[in-house]
C-alpha cells in the first residue's frame, strides 16, 4: 500500500505522528502545512521533499522560503495557501489536524479537488458540518475520522450494512456511545475549579495533545465538540448519542444496536492507531502501539457526566439541536476563551461562562453558508470582547 499523503499540520502531535507512519509503511509525502514552526517544516520539508509546503503565518514566509532556497519545493502562505496545499493533485489522502476553524477552509479544498481526507479537525464538521457532507457526497469523497471516537464508532460499524443517507430505511443504530476521560478536573466541584491554573488544566492523566484541545478536554468542551461531529459523520440524531465518562480511555467509543448488541473498539490511549487506520483504510497495517493486556487492566468504570459543573457541554449540545451556525458561533467563542484563558486575561470557569452565553444567544441569521461562517466569526469576536 504505496499511498501519496498530504499532512495538514504537519509539526503538531497529530502530523508527526503520520508522518511516523509515512516512514514506517513508505507513503511518500506530496505536500506539508504547518501554522508557525518553520524550523521543524524546514527540517519536514528537506527529509520528505514534497511538492508544496504551506507556513500559514504569513510573517514566517519569506523566511521560510529563504531556508528552503535551493529546493524545488512550492512555499505558499495563508489561508489561500492552505487551500492550494489542500488541493494539491499529488495526493491520494489529505490528513487535515490542523487547530480551530482555520480547519474549513481546506476541507473544503480538498473536496473540491476529489481528495479523500483523513480528518483530525473537528471544528471544520462543527462550524460547517452541513457543507461538509453535502460537497462530499457530491464529489464522491470519503471523510475517514481521526478523532479516537469517532475512528472507534467508524471502526464499530464496519459490518454495517444500512444507508445513513436515506432516512426512510430502517436503521438498526439505536445510539452510539461517545466516552470521555473527563480530563484532570473529574470529580471536581465548581467551588474547587475557581482557582485552576493554566497548567493545571494542562495536566491531562492520559493523553498528549496540543494546548488548545487540552483544554477543552478539562472544560469537556472537547467532548462536546466531538458529539456534534458525531452527528454528521454518522448521521445521527443529537438523542441518538450518549456521553459516557470512561476515566481509563480504553473503550474508545461504542455502538449499541436495536437489537441491545453493544460493539466497542479498545486500545491504549494512543493516536496512531486512528491516524494509521485513517490513512490504510480498509487494510490494517502492523501499528507500532502498545498492545492492551486484559488481564492486566483491572477495572474499567463508566459513570455519567457532570453537566452542571463542566456547562460547556450542554451549551454544545444545545447548539447541534438549534442547528443552523449555532454550532458554529459555540465553537468560535469557545476558542476565543481558550486564547483569554491561556493569556491568563480570564479564569478557568469563564470559559464556560462565554459558551454557555453563546449557545442563549440570539443570531440574527442562521443559514449555512461559507460566507455566513466566516462571518460568525467575527460576530463571536465581538461577544468575547463584549463579556469580558
Not at 459523520?233 to 455502538?255: C, G, K, Y
Not at 465553537?331 to 464556560?352: H, P
Request: aromatic letters at 8%; hydrophobic letters at 45%; one cysteine or more.
Amino acid at each position: 500500500m504505496k499511498k501519496t499523503i498530504s499532512v495538514l499540520g504537519s509539526t503538531g502531535s497529530i502530523g508527526t505522528q503520520a508522518l511516523e507512519i509515512a516512514d514506517e509503511h513508505g507513503f511518500k509525502v506530496s505536500a506539508l502545512a504547518a501554522h508557525s514552526n518553520i524550523k521543524l517544516l524546514e527540517k519536514q520539508a528537506r527529509a520528505y521533499n514534497p511538492q508544496i509546503v504551506c507556513i500559514y503565518n504569513k510573517d514566517k514566509y519569506l523566511q521560510l522560503k529563504a531556508n528552503l532556497t535551493g529546493t524545488n519545493i512550492k512555499i505558499t502562505a495563508g489561508e489561500e495557501g492552505l487551500a492550494e496545499t489542500a488541493a494539491h493533485s499529488a495526493a491520494d489522502i489529505v490528513l487535515n489536524s490542523v487547530v480551530g476553524m482555520v480547519g474549513l477552509t481546506p476541507v473544503l479544498a480538498a473536496i473540491d479537488a476529489g481528495k479523500d481526507i483523513a480528518l483530525a479537525n473537528k471544528e471544520s464538521l462543527v462550524a460547517g458540518g452541513e457543507l461538509v457532507m453535502k460537497s462530499a457526497k457530491q464529489k464522491g469523497v470519503k471523510i475517514y475520522p481521526v478523532d479516537s471516537e469517532h475512528s472507534a464508532i467508524f471502526q464499530c460499524l464496519q459490518n454495517y450494512t444500512g444507508n445513513f443517507s436515506n432516512k426512510t430505511e430502517l436503521n438498526p443504530i439505536k445510539k452510539v456511545i461517545l466516552t470521555a476521560s473527563g480530563g484532570p478536573f473529574f470529580g471536581k466541584t465548581r467551588g474547587e475549579l475557581q482557582n485552576v491554573t493554566v497548567e493545571n488544566a494542562l495536566a491531562h492523566p492520559n493523553w498528549e495533545m496540543g494546548a488548545k484541545i487540552t483544554i477543552d478536554s478539562a472544560t469537556l468542551m472537547n467532548k462536546g465538540l466531538e458529539f456534534i461531529e458525531a452527528v454528521w459523520l454518522f448521521d445521527l440524531t443529537p438523542e441518538q448519542i450518549e456521553i459516557v465518562i470512561h476515566r481509563q480511555s480504553i473503550v474508545h467509543s461504542a455502538v449499541e444496536f436495536n437489537d441491545g448488541a453493544i460493539i466497542a473498539q479498545m486500545g491504549v490511549p494512543s493516536m496512531k492507531l486512528p491516524i494509521q487506520y485513517a490513512l490504510t483504510y480498509p487494510k490494517r497495517l502492523e501499528c507500532d502501539v502498545e498492545r492492551v493486556c486484559l488481564t492486566e487492566l483491572g477495572n474499567l468504570t463508566f459513570e455519567k457526566p457532570d453537566y452542571d459543573t463542566f456547562i460547556c457541554l450542554n451549551a454544545a449540545i444545545n447548539a447541534i439541536k438549534k442547528g443552523g451556525l449555532y454550532p458554529a458561533f459555540v465553537n468560535c467563542v469557545n476558542e476565543y476563551a481558550v486564547n483569554l484563558f491561556l493569556d491568563g486575561k480570564i479564569s478557568f470557569l469563564q470559559i464556560g461562562e462565554f459558551v454557555k452565553k453563546a449557545s442563549e444567544y440570539e443570531l440574527s441569521q442562521t443559514i449555512v453558508t461559507y460566507e455566513n461562517i466566516k462571518k460568525i466569526e467575527m460576530i463571536a469576536k465581538e461577544l468575547a470582547w463584549k463579556i469580558i
